[in-house]
């Protein structure tokens, strides 16, 4: 019933940037924690960034003081600032949210995934 929803990705060339939102609607939860994860054809999913309901960050060392993870606790979204992009960085981008139901069970979900091409 919880759902989320990616935009942001698209084309663009090196040393650019791009601002991913992730927004989670449907039915009422409480957040533990939000992230985006990146893969690749024939790699495993991997953490980019990642921020818990405290607000608390985390993000992969490719990641770290380029790319800036943030929320907007109103409106359920999360937000990927991607700043001096790399060719490196192309990939699929997915959400992930990790939140309680009004009831306390725990649940996981993915965005469809958006698409980040870096190239000249």
């Known amino acids: 019933q919880v759902q989320l929803v990616e935009s942001g990705g698209g084309l663009v060339q090196p040393g650019g940037s791009l601002r991913l939102s992730c927004a989670a609607s449907?039915?009422?939860?409480?957040?533990?924690?939000m992230g985006w994860y990146r893969q690749a054809p024939g790699k495993q999913r991997e953490l980019v960034a990642v921020i818990t309901g405290g607000g608390v960050t985390n993000y992969a060392v490719s990641a770290k003081g380029r790319f800036t993870i943030s929320r907007d606790n109103a409106k359920n979204t999360v937000f990927l600032q991607m700043n001096s992009l790399k060719p490196e960085d192309t990939d699929v981008y997915y959400c992930?949210?990790?939140?309680?139901?009004?009831?306390?069970?725990?649940?996981?979900?993915w965005g469809q995934g958006t698409q980040v091409t870096v190239s000249s």
């Open positions: 449907g039915s009422s939860f409480s957040l533990d924690a």
């Open positions: 992930n949210l990790n939140c309680r139901t009004a009831w306390g069970a725990r649940q996981e979900r």
